[in-house]
């Protein structure tokens, strides 16, 4: 089945420690969509691909970076994780003909 | 201003009885969308049911279905026959525009627990 895929479902780092989350699709849809979503809150839009062409949300810090290398894969760099990036990340991909998002199982991500 | 208001933070139904979700959205685009999702206590988002603003009948899936009133900006999700696997987190959301990678703002949640 066609599938947006995140890894790992749980993450654990420490206070500055950098970590990665990553995000696969076989969807084979242009957007791929980072979301923030802490506690009992909405999810929180990031950053965006469309395509290739990257597009920052204006309030997202600096220690929040992502990469794609391909249509397939989208990456989540925190640098310096701090206690307050502790939240459920969560990727999601739509298509330029459905507008629909489509979104991953989420990653649970722990700063001690 | 909030674009989307969810006024239920939380509710509980009787199995097998409907449910009705409360959304209402503010926006001054001609076109736009309004979704739902569902949220299990596992994280992840599940869309339920899409409403383009441009559609003039009522969006269904199943057990859902949405009350779109676009006069009065609201798109209320209505869930038939509740299941106890209903139990979970519903969000609202809209994109405003017609690009693609338009991003979703979504409402605070309603959260539902179905008893037996």
């Known amino acids: 089945d066609a599938m947006v895929i995140q890894n790992p479902r749980y993450q654990v780092t420490q206070f500055g420690k950098p970590v990665t989350l990553s995000c696969s699709q076989t969807l084979n849809h242009n957007v791929m969509y980072w979301y923030q979503q802490k506690s009992s809150q909405a999810p929180k839009l990031l950053f965006h691909?469309?395509?290739?062409?990257?597009?920052n949300e204006a309030d997202t810090p600096d220690n929040f970076q992502s990469r794609r290398p391909n249509t397939s894969f989208c990456f989540l760099d925190i640098r310096s994780p701090g206690l307050g990036d502790a939240a459920m990340y969560l990727c999601a991909t739509s298509s330029l003909y459905q507008e629909t998002q489509y979104f991953g199982p989420g990653t649970r991500l722990l700063v001690l | 201003a909030q674009k989307i208001t969810q006024t239920q933070p939380g509710m509980f139904v009787q199995e097998k009885e409907a449910v009705t979700l409360d959304c209402t959205y503010d926006t001054s685009d001609q076109s736009y969308g309004l979704f739902w999702y569902k949220q299990p206590s596992s994280g992840e988002m599940i869309f339920l049911i899409y409403?383009?603003?441009?559609?003039?009948q009522n969006a269904t899936e199943g057990r859902y279905s949405l009350n779109f009133q676009k006069a009065r900006k609201s798109a209320n999700l209505v869930i038939s026959a509740s299941q106890l696997g209903d139990s979970a987190m519903y969000f609202c959301?809209?994109?405003?525009?017609?690009?693609?990678?338009?991003?979703?703002?979504f409402g605070g949640g309603t959260r539902v627990l179905v008893k037996p």
């Open positions: 409403q383009g603003s441009y559609d003039e």
């Open positions: 691909y469309y395509d290739k062409d990257f597009n």
């Open positions: 959301a809209m994109r405003e525009g017609r690009s693609a990678g338009n991003k979703l703002t």
